[in-house]
């Protein structure tokens, strides 16, 4: 019993060192290899770059330092040289008793028929619409007989209405309130901006005609009667501004004067 189970011990250790020999260790080569292949794929995707060397976008090349320096200041440029809103909305600025002339304001004035003058971007508009009107002109075409005015005229034309309610026995202080319902003060005129004009014709019915039509050209009836408390300003017919048509049709179809026009498109900014 004992002979067999030492011949058992001894007979095993041989059979296993010649399946050992038969073994080639493939495994551990492809393991090895593997494991090699994969570390040399992260270092080389993965591994520290300078800023030269960063990856571009698809489809795009990386920028040298040259062409970065470049494109910041054309951004840079590009933000300086943005218009403003005034710039855009130069036929929207508002001119009433509460707010001036911007300052350094600078119109280039062309002349109408009559010799009145208005800035040079309402003059198309406004000589089409005055062509139209002459159907309700009896076939005349109507007259701007205020345009364009310059401070010393405003002024001028304030003071003298002035003067004519203190010759009706007002106080200076009541003659001046009673002027501003009629002229603006001096520096507070659409007339300044020459976006305003005052049209006269051969019949009443001109103004009917320019109420219905006129912001199909860009112009809207500035100081309807039912909007004095608002605009400041007493009724006046025959006094049109320039606000553009897609402005003025909003206002005519809405109901709105200047000032909540700004104020609805201010609330929905």
């Known amino acids: 019993m004992e002979e067999k189970m030492m011949q058992v011990r001894n007979d095993h250790p041989?059979?296993?060192q010649k399946r050992r020999r038969k073994r080639f260790p493939w495994g551990d080569i492809v393991a090895t290899l593997l494991?090699?292949?994969?570390?040399?794929?992260?270092?080389?995707?993965?591994?520290?770059?300078?800023?030269?060397?960063?990856?571009?976008?698809?489809?795009t090349s990386?920028?040298?330092?040259?062409?970065?320096?470049?494109?910041?200041?054309?951004?840079?440029?590009?933000?300086?040289?943005?218009?403003?809103?005034?710039?855009?909305?130069?036929n929207l600025v508002l001119v009433n008793y509460e707010n001036a002339i911007p300052e350094n304001y600078?119109?280039?004035?062309?002349?109408?028929?009559?010799?009145?003058?208005?800035?040079?971007?309402?003059?198309?508009?406004?000589?089409?619409?005055?062509?139209?009107?002459?159907?309700?002109?009896?076939?005349q075409l109507p007259m701007v007989v205020s345009g364009y005015r310059t401070q010393a005229k405003q002024q001028k034309l304030f003071q003298d209405k002035v003067a004519k309610y203190?010759?009706?026995?007002?106080?200076?202080?009541e003659a001046e309130e009673l002027a501003k319902q009629w002229v603006a003060v001096p520096g507070y005129s659409e007339h300044q901006a020459g976006l305003a004009v005052d049209i006269n014709g051969a019949t009443y019915d001109l103004y009917f005609w320019l109420q219905e039509n006129s912001y199909k050209y860009g112009f809207i009836f500035r100081y309807p009667g039912s909007k004095t408390e608002i605009t400041g300003?007493?009724?006046?017919?025959?006094?049109?501004?320039?606000?553009?048509?897609e402005a003025a049709t909003e206002m005519y179809e809405k109901g709105l004067c200047l000032e909540e026009y700004l104020a609805e498109r201010q609330g929905e900014a």
């Open 14 to 16: 041989r059979r296993s």
């Open 35 to 59: 494991v090699v292949a994969i570390c040399a794929y992260v270092f080389l995707s993965f591994g520290e770059k300078t800023p030269d060397e960063e990856t571009p976008v698809r489809g």
């Open 62 to 90: 990386a920028p040298t330092t040259t062409q970065a320096q470049d494109n910041a200041l054309a951004d840079l440029l590009a933000e300086n040289t943005q218009p403003t809103a005034s710039d855009i909305d130069w």
């Open 106 to 139: 600078e119109i280039n004035l062309v002349e109408v028929a009559g010799g009145e003058k208005v800035d040079e971007r309402i003059y198309d508009p406004l000589m089409e619409m005055l062509e139209a009107a002459k159907e309700g002109n009896w076939d």
């Open 166 to 173: 203190q010759s009706e026995g007002h106080s200076k202080s």
């Open 233 to 245: 300003v007493a009724e006046e017919v025959w006094h049109y501004r320039y606000v553009g048509v």
